[in-house]
């Protein structure tokens, strides 16, 4: 397994099973990434047998504002609700072993961050068509109240396929309140995106401030690099709150005037100025693109690329004894009626098994299966009627003779 994830002390009290982490429903494998709220795993899901991207929420973020994790369940909970092919899916959150995490849809492909890093700026017909996908899964949001609010090229993600995915919905707001923002330096990694209201009231963040976001994600694709940069985030800050969205034909001089044209009406300081939503901005989209998407370059899956490089999967034979013994599928061992007893117990009650204990037994367990086969069943029944008949014999004894 990744030394990462036997390391990261994030993770210290999730028990080993086999060498692999096995947090219910999943078994971690692979570190993917670190962001300002969290650190992304990639994890097998034990009952749907498909790889999931696993993010677990900072310890400081709770440290600093307990109020933090209710947030993070409950917009998590709503995002769930929002189901769209070009949003990433949620499937469950859980708190368990003092983590708490997401458990998510996994993209095999690369953010749009890297996309442009790997290929420099994009051609304007595939910009467009990576945007009008975002737009179109953050319609889907919109229509139910629920906004972003931390859209940028790191949480845009193109699949192996050239799918469009938003990540992250809801997290940004469940994290979000100033409290948070100015709490951990960290969050504002990328502050090159927000809208100027943001800054002043995240509160007050509708769903025109994901347009704001989306359209500085088009000058991005575009242009390569961020439309307004600065030296700090009090720098960037002032910059978004003073200065008019630069013209992209500055940068680029083939940019269409369509494009121009709609870049400047994302990106309007006052929200009502703006584009309203996804929707409507996907509609301009469509329109530009003249109803037809651009097919996308399919993302990198060569060798080179650190995120295509499956790093130690676990075994199919792990996966099926991590099953057994924690779900009860098939016909576990008799060897790991232990482990599951343990693994259930601990779930419902950590303060009474401490995770040292855990591991222990966890191991002494794999340690047996490994070198042993369990005692076959009937050895075991003779062995109970064994005893009882000496019991009854020597009660017998006893009381008649
Ligand atoms: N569902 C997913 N599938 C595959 N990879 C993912 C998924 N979600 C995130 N990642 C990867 O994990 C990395 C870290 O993600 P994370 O969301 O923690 O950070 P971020 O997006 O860079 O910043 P932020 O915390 O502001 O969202 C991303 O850059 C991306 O490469
Ligand atoms: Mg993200």
Redesign the pocket.
């Known amino acids: 397994m990744a030394h990462e994830l036997l390391s990261d002390p994030l993770l210290k009290g999730v028990p080993v099973f086999d060498g692999f982490k096995v947090l219910k429903p999943c078994v971690l494998y692979e570190l993917?990434?670190?962001?300002?709220?969290?650190?992304?795993y990639r994890g097998r899901h034990l009952s749907l047998d498909i790889d999931v991207?696993v993010?677990f929420l900072l310890p400081d973020l709770e440290q600093k504002n307990p109020r933090v994790i209710a947030r993070f369940q409950r917009e998590a909970k709503i995002a769930a609700h929002v189901t769209h092919q070009n949003l990433?899916r949620v499937f469950s959150i859980h708190s368990r072993f003092n983590v708490h995490y997401i458990v998510?849809?996994?993209?095999w492909g690369e953010?749009a961050k890297a996309c442009v890093k790997r290929r420099g700026p994009l051609p304007e017909r595939e910009a467009l068509t990576i945007l009008l996908e975002a737009a179109e899964g953050l319609a889907a949001a919109h229509v139910k109240n629920i906004v972003h609010r931390?859209v940028k090229p790191?949480?845009i993600?193109i699949s192996a396929e050239g799918d469009v995915k938003v990540?992250?919905l809801g997290l940004a707001k469940a994290a979000g309140e100033q409290d948070f923002l100015t709490a951990t330096g960290a969050?504002m990694?990328?502050p090159n995106f927000m809208p100027p209201e943001q800054w002043y009231d995240t509160r007050s963040v509708g769903p025109a401030g994901d347009v704001y976001a989306l359209g500085a994600t088009l000058y991005f694709l575009l242009a390569g690099r961020p439309a307004i940069t600065g030296s700090s985030q009090a720098e960037i800050m002032s910059r978004i709150c003073s200065q008019p969205f630069p013209d992209v034909r500055r940068e680029i001089a083939n940019v269409s005037s369509d494009v121009a044209l709609l870049l400047r009406r994302c990106t309007q300081k006052k929200p009502d100025e703006r584009i309203q939503n996804g929707r409507e901005l996907a509609e301009e989209l469509l329109r530009i693109l003249g109803g037809e998407r651009e097919r996308l370059v399919q993302a990198e899956t060569g060798t080179g690329s650190r995120r295509f490089r499956l790093q130690n999967p676990p075994p199919r034979e792990t996966i099926a004894r991590i099953k057994s013994a924690l779900l009860g599928t098939g016909s576990p061992k008799a060897s790991e009626q232990p482990l599951r007893r343990y693994l259930i117990k601990h779930a419902q009650d950590r303060s009474k098994l401490p995770a040292p204990l855990f591991s222990a037994v966890a191991a002494s367990v794999s340690a047996r299966s490994a070198t042993r086969d369990p005692i076959p069943l009937w050895v075991g029944i003779l062995s109970v009627i064994t005893a009882l008949v000496v019991f009854l014999l020597v009660l017998g004894t006893l009381f008649l003779g």
């Open positions: 993917v990434g670190r962001g300002g709220m969290g650190v992304v991207a993010k990433i998510m849809e996994y993209v953010t931390d790191d949480n993600l990540a992250d969050a990694g990328t």
